[in-house]
């Protein structure tokens, strides 16, 4: 009988989880510990853990095989050296935000697209200003958006620009799903990309290889009319450069939901810019089936674990994604 681990902090929610699992899957031995010190008492025969296991508990897991992270793209330090030289199979939640956060990248793109944030200024000050907008006016059917990491979410978004009537480039290191509607490319062509898109959506996870890769010289090699909008992982992005590309000009505005560091400082500049759009880290937040989505993987994943089969969304540990 395998034994799963969920690490805690316990709630009704993970409570009625076990359950489930343990009525669907009677084969399985579900431990609920309270406390990291609980947690240790049955790491040695645990062969199964939903959440994360530290550098300190790993050399205790023994039997090990299969670690199920409750995120798509967990925080840095989940990923550390041992686990990734550890030979159990982690797998994260990656595809179950794909339609939530799809559709708020397109909130953004519509809004600077038809110079939303300016007509929103002029409705707050009871102006009516059919002068408002400072940007070029972006028909979206003759626009090309530059996608950069077509993973689900990257997916989802490319085929609602696609209906949109746009071109849509792509560039990904693991193409994972058939997208009949992007031309694809593999990173190492991104710079040379970039110059064609109007706007630039990034949503890559945070990784060693993605930290910082949006920074001066590639916000430099967008057209001035261009927008950036990243909703994948705030690290990805140097802010005091994307700062600097917005004061002279470079880029002609951007849609924000994740910060290099989170909160926003309430002195950053970002604030106060009409070209700016910002959500404070909530393109899911309210969304009502998320929960189910994450459950839904875990049990998948728990009936293909006892079955001996193949499990989904394994990660490349080295990558981190």
Not at 228 to 246: C, S
Request: charged content about 20%; aromatic content about 10%.
């Amino acid at each position: 009988m395998p034994k799963l681990l969920i690490t805690p902090p316990q709630n009704a929610e993970r409570q009625k989880w076990a359950k489930h699992i343990h009525d669907e899957l009677p084969v399985y031995s579900v431990v609920l510990p309270k406390t990291d010190e609980e947690v240790n008492t049955h790491l040695s025969d645990t062969d199964a853990v939903y959440g994360w296991v530290s550098p300190e508990q790993l050399p205790l897991a023994k039997k090990l095989r299969w670690l199920q992270s409750p995120a798509a793209g967990p925080s840095p330090g989940f990923y550390y050296p041992a686990m990734i030289e550890h030979p159990v199979v982690v797998c994260n939640m990656r595809g179950i935000y794909n339609d939530h956060i799809a559709q708020h990248i397109m909130m953004f793109m519509l809004a600077l697209a038809r110079g939303l944030p300016d007509y929103m200024d002029a409705q707050r000050k009871s102006i009516w200003d059919n002068n408002a907008r400072k940007s070029g006016y972006v028909d979206l059917a003759e626009a090309t958006a530059l996608i950069v990491g077509v993973g689900g979410i990257g997916h989802e978004t490319a085929r609602l620009c696609a209906e949109f009537g746009m071109k849509v480039l792509g560039v990904d290191a693991r193409w994972e799903y058939d997208v009949p509607f992007v031309e694809k490319h593999e990173p190492a062509e991104l710079d040379s990309l970039i110059p064609q898109a109007d706007f630039v959506i990034v949503t890559t996870p945070h990784t060693p290889e993605t930290e910082g890769m949006w920074h001066k010289n590639r916000f430099a090699l967008m057209k001035s009319s261009a927008y950036f909008i990243n909703i994948g992982r705030g690290k990805t992005t140097k802010l005091a450069d994307l700062i600097e590309a917005l004061e002279q000009g470079t880029i002609a505005g951007c849609g924000l939901d994740v910060f290099e560091v989170e909160p926003l400082p309430a002195e950053s500049p970002l604030w106060q810019m009409s070209n700016v759009l910002i959500t404070p880290h909530i393109a899911v937040k309210d969304a009502e089936n998320i929960s189910e989505r994450h459950f839904e993987v875990f049990l998948e994943n728990a009936r293909r674990f006892a079955e001996g089969k193949p499990l989904q969304n394994v990660v490349d540990k080295a990558a981190w994604y």
